[in-house]
């Protein structure tokens, strides 16, 4: 499956984006789907993720009220809804699909076979 995610800019803080990957290639709704980001000299580390079949998403402590994930098989897209940005959720935001992802290991970019290139997010105070 190929990704491509798209939607970041640059917005004040408090303000919102909506990012979006948009899937190809193959059956999207038999893919678990994620988003990451790494921020300037830090990993890259988990931010949300939706098990297959339009499972509720499982998000990272961090962006837990403020993002929102879903997905639209028929479209093949997967959506980040990010309001209340602050300037801490600036980073290269990835978004990633496997078909083989357990529970244990959803919010492990190690456990994504497929990633798309990033999106930059840019939020300033």
């Known amino acids: 499956v190929q990704l491509q995610a798209s939607g970041g800019g640059l917005v004040q803080a408090g303000g919102s984006l909506t990012l979006s990957c948009a899937a190809s290639?193959?059956?999207?709704?038999?893919?678990?789907l994620a988003w990451f980001r790494q921020a300037p000299g830090k990993e890259r580390v988990f931010v949300a993720a939706s098990r297959r079949y339009n499972s509720n998403p499982n998000y990272a402590e961090s962006v837990k009220g403020r993002f929102t994930m879903s997905r639209d098989n028929a479209k093949m897209t997967v959506y980040l809804q990010m309001n209340g940005l602050k300037p801490e959720d600036t980073a290269v935001y990835f978004c990633?699909?496997?078909?083989?992802?357990?529970?244990?290991?959803?919010?492990?970019?190690?456990?994504?076979?497929?990633w798309g290139k990033g999106t930059q997010v840019t939020v300033s105070s």
């Open positions: 290639g193959r059956t999207f709704n038999n893919y678990n």
């Open positions: 990633a699909a496997d078909a083989g992802v357990i529970l244990s290991t959803m919010t492990k970019d190690s456990a994504y076979a497929y």
